[in-house]
């Protein structure tokens, strides 16, 4: 009977160890593939800044020739008579290279958008006051919000607000967006869109507390034109804007310094209002 019972005891558990070593198996097999997926992604990461950097190199050696060749050209230019046939050569020498000099300064603040999105991002961690953080990145920003028509306004919360951050990092994610809602402001305006109205831009911070943990959001709410529903569902993928010359790596970059501090960005528009842009961070 003894030897039945450990036979029967064996037939039982025999399912269950088999079981539990595909198990393990199946996720060895995943932990593997995640892992050569990652180093393919830094290899890819390595080659692509590589060669942005190859690129940039000779593109700074172009924009440098254009502009001794505007010089060059700007003294033929006091020494003819534009309306002469030599002149309104010179002339036209003059616009193509001023052309052909805008387009490589473009490429050039495309490389190195891209090299900030792509880069490797290493953080320096430190324990930061976001309100006194936000309000010096105000004082920062004041001069070009008023050379800008914009009016910025601060609402801060009272309660006190701490978090693990990289300063200067987490100030460029911030500074970024309200660089884009001053655009998206002025843009409406000059093109006569729907917006709110206003020209304001507020900061404003609030503390919250949850079941999992403190929250703290950084709000960037501008009075901007808004966007439409297809725009926000891609408005965070690369190379994607809505403006003609933008690059279209500033918010995925932005999101891509958010979620390294374990936060979360995410924008709530409404259509000739506006839009509030909102960093999530763990308090």
Same mark, same amino acid.
């Given at each position: 009977?003894?030897?039945?019972?450990?036979?029967?005891?064996? =037939?039982?558990?025999?399912?269950?160890?088999?079981?539990?070593?595909?198990?393990?198996?199946?996720? /060895?097999?995943?932990?593997?593939?995640?892992?050569?997926?990652?180093?393919?992604?830094?290899?890819?990461?390595?080659?692509?800044?590589?060669?942005?950097?190859?690129?940039?190199?000779?593109? %700074?050696?172009?924009?440098?020739?254009?502009? $001794?060749?505007?010089?060059? #050209?700007?003294?033929?230019?006091?020494?003819?008579?534009?309306? %002469?046939?030599?002149?309104?050569?010179?002339?036209?020498?003059?616009?193509?290279?001023?052309?052909?000099?805008?387009?490589? &300064?473009?490429?050039?603040?495309?490389?190195?958008?891209? #090299?900030?999105?792509?880069?490797?991002?290493?953080?320096?961690?430190?324990?930061?006051? &976001?309100?006194?953080? /936000?309000?010096?990145?105000? *004082?920062?920003?004041?001069?070009?919000?008023?050379?800008?028509?914009?009016?910025?306004?601060?609402?801060?919360?009272?309660?006190?607000?701490?978090?693990?951050?990289? !300063? /200067?990092?987490?100030?460029?994610?911030?500074?970024? =967006?309200?660089?884009?809602? *001053?655009?998206?402001?002025?843009?409406?305006?000059?093109?006569?869109? !729907?917006?709110?109205? %206003?020209?304001?831009?507020?900061?404003?911070?609030?503390?919250?507390?949850?079941?999992?943990?403190?929250?703290?959001? *950084?709000?960037? *709410?501008?009075?901007?034109?808004?966007? @439409?529903?297809?725009?926000?569902?891609?408005?965070?993928?690369?190379?994607?804007?809505?403006?003609?010359?933008?690059?279209?790596?500033? $918010?995925?970059?932005?999101?891509?310094? &958010?979620?390294?501090?374990?936060?979360?960005?995410?924008?709530? %528009?409404? @259509?000739?209002?506006?839009?509030?842009?909102?960093?999530?961070?763990?308090?």
């Amino acid at each position: 009977m003894l030897f039945f019972g450990i036979a029967i005891g064996a =037939l039982l558990v025999i399912p269950g160890a088999w079981a539990y070593s595909r198990r393990t198996e199946t996720r /060895v097999i995943e932990l593997e593939r995640a892992t050569r997926a990652s180093e393919r992604t830094a290899e890819q990461a390595t080659m692509t800044g590589g060669l942005a950097h190859e690129i940039k190199n000779p593109l %700074s050696t172009i924009g440098l020739h254009v502009q $001794l060749l505007q010089e060059d #050209l700007a003294e033929i230019a006091d020494q003819v008579d534009p309306e %002469s046939e030599a002149g309104q050569q010179v002339g036209r020498v003059r616009r193509r290279l001023d052309g052909l000099g805008r387009e490589a &300064v473009r490429l050039r603040e495309i490389l190195e958008d891209f #090299l900030r999105f792509a880069g490797r991002m290493e953080l320096d961690l430190q324990e930061v006051d &976001v309100n006194t953080l /936000v309000e010096e990145l105000a *004082v920062f920003f004041e001069p070009q919000a008023v050379q800008s028509a914009v009016r910025l306004r601060m609402q801060l919360d009272a309660r006190p607000g701490s978090a693990r951050a990289d !300063p /200067v990092l987490f100030k460029q994610a911030l500074l970024n =967006l309200m660089i884009n809602a *001053v655009h998206a402001m002025t843009d409406a305006r000059e093109a006569g869109q !729907p917006h709110g109205g %206003s020209d304001e831009l507020m900061l404003r911070t609030e503390r919250k507390h949850e079941r999992s943990g403190d929250r703290l959001l *950084v709000h960037v *709410v501008d009075t901007g034109p808004g966007m @439409p529903p297809d725009a926000r569902a891609r408005i965070f993928q690369p190379y994607f804007s809505t403006k003609r010359s933008g690059s279209g790596l500033g $918010l995925p970059t932005t999101r891509r310094i &958010v979620e390294q501090h374990g936060g979360v960005l995410s924008v709530h %528009s409404e @259509p000739g209002r506006g839009s509030d842009f909102v960093i999530d961070l763990p308090g």
